[in-house]
C-alpha cells in the first residue's frame, strides 16, 4: 500500500508541478537572473554587474520598501485588534450567526478589489455619500479625508480584513474551553483568561493572520493608488514603474528580489511552522 | 464558561458593524449606478436606470465581459481538475514529498499578484509569446489552482482511505476506483473549488493587468477608468459584475440546499 501510495502521490503532484514550474518558478527564476544584468537591457546574454541594486540605494527606492512595510505592519496590528472581538465571537460565541458572517464575508471576497477601493472613494470624497449627505441634512460638510498615508492604511485593513479574521477564529477555536473554565474557577480575571490562556494558546492562528495580512499588504498597491492618490508611493508601484514606462527590467528585477526576498523568508517560515494537516484535517 | 448575554449582544452587534463594513463601498457603488447625473454628487437628485442600458447595449463592454469570461471559464475547468488530484497529493496519499509539495502550493497564494503578474510578463516576452488573453489564463492559473487545491484538500481529509483500499481488495483498478469512488467523494469540494476559481479569476486585476496584452478584462477596464477620467459607467458596471457574481453564488447555495433535500437519508 505504501508504495503504491508513493507511486499516486507523484503523479497526482505532476499538474500542479507543472503549472508551478513553469509559471512560478522559471519567471522568478528569470527576475533574479535580470536583477543583477545592467540596467535597460532586454537579453541575459549580458555580463552581470549589480547596478540596478545601486540605483535602488542610490535613487531612494528604499523609501517606497519602508513604507510598505510600515504601512503593512500598522494595518496587521491594526487588523489584530479589530479582528479579535468578532473572532472570538465566531469561534465562541455565535452559533448559527457565524456562518452568516463566514458566507458574507467569503462574498466580499468575490467583488474585485478596486470595485470595492473606488466604491469607498465614492463614500469617502467631498460631496460622496457620507458628506453630500451629512452636508445636505446638517449644513455642515467636511474636507475629504482621501489621499493621505492614514487612508491607504485604512484601505489596506479593509481590503485583507478576511485574513486576518479567519485564521484568528480558527486559532481561537483551538483554545480547549477546559482550560479557560480552569482559570476562571482559580479566580484568574477576564484580563487574566486573555493574556495567560487565550493568546498562548491562539498563538499559531496569531501568527498565520499576521504573516499573511503583513506579506500580501507588503505587496498591494491598488489602496495607495485608489484611496491614496499616491501619496506614498508602494513598493509594488515602483516595480510597476521600472518594468513598463521605466522600461527598465534589472530595476524592476531588483526591486521586485527585494521584495521577494522579504516576503518569502516570512512566508517560508510561516508556513513551515503550520501542522497543515492538523489545521486542515480537522473538518 | 457561558457567556453572559450581554456579551453575546454587544459582540453580535459588533458582527453587524464589521459586515456593515465591508459593504459600505458596494451602497455608495449602487447608488451611483442610478444616478443620472454625469458628474456624480451625493446626494443624488435624479435617478435613472440610463446607464445600465447603455451598458448592456455597447459592444465594447459586451467585448470586455466576453474576454473575461472566457478566462474565467478556461481557469475554472483548469483548476478544478488540477485541483482535483493535487488535492490527493496533498491530503490523502502518504508519498514521501507530501510535505513539501504542501508547502510549494501554499507560495503562490501568499505572493504578491503584481509582482507575479510582471515576471511573467517578462517571461512571456523572453520567450516570444505575445501576450493575450491565453497567457492571462496561466497567471490565473499559478494564482487560483492552488487555491482551488486547498478547497478540494479540506474536503479530501475527511475522507476515509478504506473506501478505496476495500474497492482494491476486491480488484478494482485505480482508474476504476478514481472514477468511482475519490471523485464522487470529493465533487462537492470540486464543485465548490470551481466556484471559487470562477468568481476570483472573473475579479482578478492585478495579473490580468500584465499578462492580457492587447486583450482587456472588466476590471482592467474598469481601473483605466478610475485612475484617467471618470466615466459613469464606472460604477454601473461595477455593480452588474457583482450582482453577477452574488447571484452565481446564490444558484450555487440553492443547487446545494436542493441537493441535500433531495438525497436520500443515510
Known amino acids: 500500500m505504501k508504495r503504491l501510495d508513493g507511486k499516486l502521490g507523484t503523479l497526482a503532484s505532476l499538474p500542479m508541478l507543472v503549472v508551478l514550474a513553469l509559471a512560478f518558478i522559471a ?78 464575508v467569503v462574498m466580499s471576497l468575490f ?53 486576518m479574521l479567519f485564521p484568528l477564529a480558527q486559532g481561537i477555536s483551538m483554545v480547549p474551553e477546559d482550560a479557560r473554565q480552569a482559570a476562571r474557577d482559580l479566580g484568574a480575571t477576564r484580563w487574566q483568561v486573555l493574556t495567560q490562556i487565550d493568546l498562548p494558546l491562539a498563538a499559531p492562528g496569531i501568527m498565520v493572520g499576521y504573516l499573511l495580512t503583513f506579506v500580501l499588504a507588503a505587496g498591494a498597491m491598488a489602496e495607495a493608488k485608489i484611496l491614496g492618490g499616491r501619496a506614498v508611493i508602494a513598493i509594488a508601484d515602483d516595480i510597476q514603474t521600472a518594468f513598463t514606462y521605466g522600461q527598465n527590467w534589472p530595476l524592476g528585477s531588483a526591486l521586485s528580489m527585494v521584495l521577494i526576498v522579504l516576503i518569502g523568508t516570512l512566508a517560508i517560515y510561516g508556513i513551515a511552522k503550520i501542522d497543515l494537516d492538523k489545521i486542515m484535517g480537522r473538518d | 464558561m457561558g457567556t453572559s448575554r450581554t456579551t453575546r449582544i454587544a459582540l453580535t452587534i459588533y458582527g453587524i458593524i464589521i459586515i456593515a463594513f465591508l459593504y459600505l463601498p458596494l451602497v455608495s457603488v449602487a447608488f451611483a449606478s442610478v444616478s443620472k447625473a454625469r458628474y456624480l454628487t451625493f446626494p443624488i437628485k435624479r435617478y435613472s436606470t440610463g446607464w445600465f442600458s447603455e451598458a448592456l447595449a455597447s459592444t465594447e463592454v459586451r467585448m470586455l465581459a466576453l474576454t473575461s469570461l472566457k478566462i474565467a471559464v478556461i481557469v475554472t475547468i483548469l483548476s478544478m481538475i488540477i485541483g482535483f488530484f493535487g488535492a490527493l497529493a496533498f491530503a490523502r496519499y502518504q508519498w514521501r514529498y507530501r510535505s513539501l509539495f504542501q508547502k510549494l502550493v501554499l507560495l503562490p497564494i501568499f505572493f504578491p499578484q503584481t509582482v507575479l503578474g510582471l515576471a511573467l510578463l517578462m517571461w512571456f516576452n523572453s520567450l516570444g509569446i505575445i501576450p493575450s488573453w491565453k497567457t492571462a489564463i496561466v497567471a490565473h492559473l499559478v494564482w487560483i489552482a492552488p487555491i482551488a487545491t486547498l478547497i478540494v484538500a479540506i474536503r479530501a481529509y475527511s475522507f476515509d482511505p478504506a473506501l478505496e483500499e476495500a474497492a482494491r481488495d476486491m480488484g478494482a483498478s485505480t482508474p476504476v476506483i478514481l472514477r468511482e469512488i475519490t471523485l464522487p467523494l470529493l465533487m462537492p469540494g470540486i464543485v465548490a ?69 433531495l438525497r436520500p437519508q443515510k
Not at chain 2, 200 to 210: A, C, E, R
Request: with cysteine; net charge positive.
Open chain 2, 193 to 261: 473549488a470551481g466556484l471559487f476559481s470562477f468568481l476570483l479569476s472573473w475579479g482578478n486585476f492585478p495579473l490580468s493587468l500584465f499578462t492580457t496584452g492587447a486583450d482587456s478584462t472588466l476590471p482592467e477596464w474598469l481601473y483605466a477608468k478610475m485612475v484617467s477620467g471618470y466615466s459613469p459607467l464606472v460604477p454601473t458596471l461595477g455593480i452588474l459584475s457583482v450582482i453577477g457574481s452574488f447571484l452565481l453564488v446564490i444558484a450555487a447555495l440553492a443547487g446545494l440546499a436542493i441537493y441535500r433535500a
Open chain 1, 27 to 104: 519567471p522568478l527564476g528569470l527576475v533574479a537572473i535580470f536583477s543583477i544584468l545592467p540596467e535597460k537591457v532586454f537579453s541575459i546574454v549580458n555580463m552581470p554587474n549589480f547596478s540596478a541594486f545601486k540605483t535602488m540605494v542610490n535613487q531612494g527606492y528604499y523609501k517606497s520598501l519602508l513604507w510598505s512595510l510600515f504601512m503593512a505592519f500598522a494595518a496587521s496590528t491594526i487588523l489584530f485588534i479589530i479582528c479579535w472581538p468578532l473572532a472570538y465571537g465566531m469561534a465562541k460565541v455565535f452559533k448559527r450567526f457565524a456562518l452568516i458572517i463566514t458566507i458574507a
Open chain 1, 111 to 163: 467583488v474585485s478589489e478596486n470595485i470595492r477601493l473606488f466604491g469607498w472613494v465614492l463614500t469617502l470624497m467631498k460631496g460622496g455619500l457620507i458628506e453630500g449627505y451629512l452636508r445636505h441634512w446638517t449644513g455642515v460638510g467636511f474636507e475629504s479625508p482621501l489621499y493621505n498615508v492614514g487612508i491607504i492604511i485604512f484601505g489596506i485593513v479593509y481590503v485583507y480584513l478576511p485574513f
